[in-house]
């Protein structure tokens, strides 16, 4: 029961640290860095090779598993 009231304690206090705005990162800096285009300071090309819609729709579906 402790533990989960001082997991709860610091849940707070970390939510309440992020909404105000304390801690070296915030959701917007993460969001940056994983999503090319979008930073500011460097801006690189995603690696990740994204099929059309009709490729998509062209792949086999995959068996159900009996």
């Known amino acids: ?4 009231l001082f997991g709860v ?3 707070a206090i ?3 640290a992020y909404e105000q705005g304390l801690l070296p990162f915030g959701a917007h800096d993460v969001f940056d860095q994983i999503t ?4 500011t300071d460097t801006s690189t090309t995603s690696e990740i090779i ?3 819609p009709s490729e998509v729709s062209g792949r086999p579906a995959a068996p159900i598993p009996s």
């Open 1 to 4: 029961m402790m533990r989960f």
């Open 36 to 39: 090319p285009g979008t930073n």
């Open 9 to 11: 304690a610091v849940g």
């Open 50 to 52: 994204r099929p059309t």
């Open 14 to 16: 970390g939510y309440w």
